[in-house]
């Protein structure tokens, strides 16, 4: 009569002869299920733990660097664990714990957890400071902002807007202002010659006479 047994890789029962059951050490629904078997049993990868979603992976140990700490299934996954691993520093203002990415810490002496915390400490401390860019002209104040309305405040270099960055973005000549004459502050400031952009971009696309792709 035959014996029922499970299968050693799904777990279904399957039905086989009392000698068959006797002989033999492992038993299959089929050779499908051995062959998946056979391969996980000769598996030589090890298994590891994505840092975000916590899904089991395997690799094999030869493929994972020395530098290697941390592991993720997709390119969303890392970006989520980045965003929510970003360095901490504190509102300027309120002193509300804050996150920001590190390139934007590092240059920036001040940090801001909303527009409305920044604002608040530039009516009670500071105003920007005007004095520092006299040779802009009477016309800069106002296309400053216009320029800043048009990119929705927005760095046009990554997205990130005001909020996020903690500060305005900076306006930039994408055609240096030093190449201008005096009597062409109208074209230097035209706002087809200015775009918005975070401190880490303005660094990066200072004296490159391109505009970023807009967002």
């Not at 094999?60 to 299934?73: A, M, P, S, V």
């Not at 048009?150 to 005001?162: I, L, Y």
Request: net charge negative.
């Amino acid at each position: 009569m035959p014996v029922e047994v499970e299968c050693d890789f799904c777990g279904d029962t399957v039905s086989r002869p009392p000698s068959v059951v006797e002989r033999a050490e492992h038993h299959f629904c089929d050779k499908i299920c051995h062959g998946k078997w056979r391969s996980e049993q000769m598996d030589s990868r090890i298994v590891l733990q994505y840092d975000y979603c916590g899904t089991d992976f395997k690799r094999y140990e030869k493929k994972l660097r020395d530098d290697q700490t941390n592991h993720f299934c997709s390119k969303e996954c890392r970006g989520r664990w980045q965003i929510d691993n970003r360095p901490q520093t504190e509102c300027t203002n309120c002193g509300e714990t804050i996150r920001r990415i590190q390139y934007d810490i590092e240059p920036a002496n001040r940090h801001f957890c909303s527009r409305e915390c920044k604002w608040e400490w530039q009516q009670e401390t500071a105003t920007y400071d005007w004095e520092s860019t006299p040779n802009y002209g009477p016309l800069w104040k106002e296309r400053r902002e216009q320029v800043l309305e048009r990119d929705n405040r927005t760095c046009q270099g990554c997205g990130r807007n005001e909020n996020e960055l903690g500060y305005t973005p900076r306006v930039h000549h994408i055609q240096p202002f030093s190449e201008f004459d005096e009597d062409e502050l109208e074209a230097a400031h035209d706002p087809s010659n200015l775009v918005s952009l975070c401190e880490p971009c303005h660094t990066r696309w200072e004296g490159i006479p391109l505009r970023p792709k807009l967002i």
